[in-house]
């Protein structure tokens, strides 16, 4: 069907997250409400999950290379 789960929309998501945290100069708060989450607390436990960091550390991290 059309329908897709809710762990894809979850993944993609934060996957756009992601590339948003490399790309721009957001602040996390921004990112979280564009990718869809109201709160950017869900977002950041989401995207630790997803990717073992905190929304900062991995722009911070993806900095220092």
Excluded: H, W
Excluded at 7 to 36: F, K, Y
Excluded at 42 to 55: D, E, I, L, R, T
Aim: charge should be positive.
């Amino acid at each position: 069907g059309s329908e897709m789960c809710i762990e894809t929309v979850i993944e993609q998501r934060l996957e756009r997250a992601a590339g948003l945290l490399l790309e721009s100069n957001m602040n996390i708060g921004q990112i979280a409400v564009l990718v869809g989450y109201t709160k950017p607390r869900n977002f950041s436990a989401a995207f630790k999950k997803k990717y073992g960091v905190m929304p900062k550390d991995y722009r911070e991290a993806s900095r220092i290379k």
